[in-house]
């Protein structure tokens, strides 16, 4: 231990106590401390630890005094065991010194990582790019998926709350799906079953034309609820409260934005609306419904009078149940205790079956008759979500290829280093540091395209998320962390590659190309690069072909020039306010129905020959006389209802082709059926004409059996059609609709006019689907464009390798296009090998994504070679710039050095 490395100066050194002259060397350290030193203190190290600290304690006494000298030392002497001493004495401020160290070559790390980014700019940009594209990808698509994860979460004890569904079945076994009841279900269940907090019923009423003052609006979203539904749900009250909500049958309940659209500024608290003759007042208004809710309003008002009925007999199920179970109650033993209990109670149809549905997997996880709107589906949320974690994989195999490829210029760097006394921990270090810095650069670009990209990705998925939110800060740091991650994985096997080089063999100048391993490694990882980009390319192919086949195959019915009028139901003197639209010029009919040909909810009932006792499920639509022709769906047997006939307004049916079948009719026209339509009453219906099968759903769902019944029927004795289908001619669309607007209003002066076209709400069925088509292909895009930065960098890697052997080559003879042809010779084989194993694997899943459709296409030969080609073709260009360019230089200018 050196003395001049002291902080303080000593007095003389003392070396023995016994040869103490200072006169004040009576005064004695403590013995306490002194008593530990000789028992814990080493006996080497004791003289020296033991002269040190005296000096010490004499300097203390003679600055500090006597008592503060015996604290100072008995503290200094404790710090000096075991776990509290320093190794050396000598040196108190050495943690200092190596924490200085070790914030030192932390900021070395980052100073030489950044300085490589900045010289080899064309590797980092490469890099950088590549994954900030796949970085920004993968957040977007995460993001989408968290919001659609999120349906309906946000209630209190969401977990707890659950909707009663029913299968529809008869004698023969078949089962239509319902998401709605009968009226009675909900105080059954809060009178019948104690494990029920509490139930609530929701009825989705028809649109409605509100009105405050001189302010009126067409409403589709308008549902009769229970106040129970403010206990099963969170809808937050802005004014008013649960209580007050509806206290009368004039209550209403609207949204925040319905009370910013009527009454501006206004307090609407006891304001009146009025709707076609019924009066409403204001009693509440919610905060608006979030948009990952399955279901949203703009507008409550209590469960009719004439509904009220229902609420204590098992009649029409055309109500939504909503449940909330106790806490810590089974739902599995509740649902088998429903299902009894529902079957006893329901005698208008015994047969059906009750179940549950979790509150949280209705978005994502049902597909039934009647859902309140259209839901999500959690086999597309399983594709994108693979596809995303695709991309972002095929950018780490670039960074992995390329920092390989590139050993030969960090090979001396690795030398020198290491004879400098570097460890081969410190260069996995520092490698991963700058994969690490790679990756935040590319998090940072990933943050400025998700702000450029999220107004198209919203407009392209349907949504509206808002991703740069306060209360989306720990979503952000779990991204950035996940940034990390993605570099500590990504440049784990380059830093142990790269450091793993014997410095002997590099500064003897030995060949350092990358081979063995480390080659079979990077063809191994292009090829998976390849195999997902073929898979995507069939895959795009695949979906593009089946959603051009839904929109080349022909309905069934004359889609093209019909407008769609809704809300038409219940109108004074409709009669003659279709016969003046029909008379306009440019008008072929005027057709009316229950609801809407395409995807609309019809009702469904059971029919059944004479000679048989098996029911057969048909579906039911009332129309007007003009509705087949005015929708050009074809007659094959037998005639059309008509005025004529005084028997169609009784008891008369058309079938669709499915229904015949289904029933088993040889000659249908003119034969009779039982239709069950209450439990002690069978009722007659004569087959008059046979359609043409039409998809009244989306090519998911095949055709099924189908009946038309004449509006006024003795089997549906009001008149419930509620659309007008005007056809027209091929004119001019905006003046017909501007004619046909100038009626109505002559004929609905309080009902807002609204209309669309049939061939756009045929396309709406498919809109998720269409969606889905634009998503996977831009997705694929940015595979195949990540896939070619790589290839891009890793050619240029090759050809400056091998600059020397073609240099050799063109001396020798060689012409240039026998030269780019041995550059790209590897990568064709690799892509050809990846088409061989990505054929399977397309084949595979995109069978079991076609599954979904009941009308699809068949995978063919030619989608496979397409993409061989396509991926050849890409590879090809992404390489023939650099292996031309080599091929052109100069042999002299290659060969100067040798």
Known sequence: MSKHNRPIRFLKPYRSYGSMTNKKNHIKPPRLADWLLKRFVPAGTLEEVQGDLLELYHYWIETDGLQVARQRYIWTALRLLKPFSRKNLSEPNRDHFAHSSYTGMIQNYFKIAWRTLRTQWQYSFINITGLSVGMACCILILLYVRHEQSYDRYHDGAERIYRVIRDEMNNADQLEPYATTPGAMALSMRNEFPEVEVAA?????RPMAMQYEDRQFYEDRVYEADSNLFRVFTFPFVKGSPKEAFVTQQSIVITESTAQKYFGTDDPIGKPMRSEGSEYFVTGVLKDVPGNSHFRFDMLIPLRTVEERFNTIWGPPRYHTYIKLKESVDPVNFEARLAAYAQTKYERRPLDKFHIQALTDI???????RELE????ASVIRVLVTIALFIIFMAGINYINLATARSTKRAKEVGIRKTSGALQRGLIFQFLTESVLITMLAFAFAVV???????PFNQLAGKQLEVFQPELWLVWLSLAGLAVAIGVIAGLYPAVYLSSFNPVHVLKGSNMQVSGSAGWLRKALVCVQFTISICLIIGTTVVVSQMNYIGSKHPGFDKEHVIVVPNARMLNNRPVMEQRIAQLAGIKKVGASTGSITGAPNWTGNIRTEN??????INFCQINYDYIDALGIQLLAGRQFSPDYLIDTVNTLILNETAVRDLNLNNPVGQRLIWDASMDTVLYAAVVGVVSDFHFNSFHDPIKPFAFLIRNNFFVQEDFTSRLFIKTTAGNPTE?????EAIWKEFAPNRPFSYTFLDDNFKNLHADEERFKVLFSCLTGLGIFIVCLGLFALIAFVTEQRTKEIG???????????IVMMLNKDFMKLVLIALMIASPVAVYFMNRWLEGFAYRITLQWWMFALAGIISLTIAFLTTAYQSVKAS????VDSLRAE
Do not use: C, E, Y
Not at 363 to 369: G, I, T
Not at 374 to 377: E, F, P, S, T, W
Not at 809 to 816: N, T
Not at 888 to 891: E, F, G, R, T, W
């Open 449 to 455: 395209l998700i702000a450029l990209l999220l107004h």
């Open 888 to 891: 052109l230089v100069n042999p």
């Open 363 to 369: 978005h994502l996880h049902s597909k039934l008759n």
């Open 736 to 740: 017909t609709v501007r004619q046909v």
């Open 808 to 818: 050799i080559r063109k001396v020798l003879g060689a012409s240039v296009a026998s």
């Open 612 to 617: 048989s006792q098996t029911d057969r499920l």
């Open 374 to 377: 259209a839901n999500g589906d």
């Open 201 to 205: 019923t929701l009825f989705q009423n």
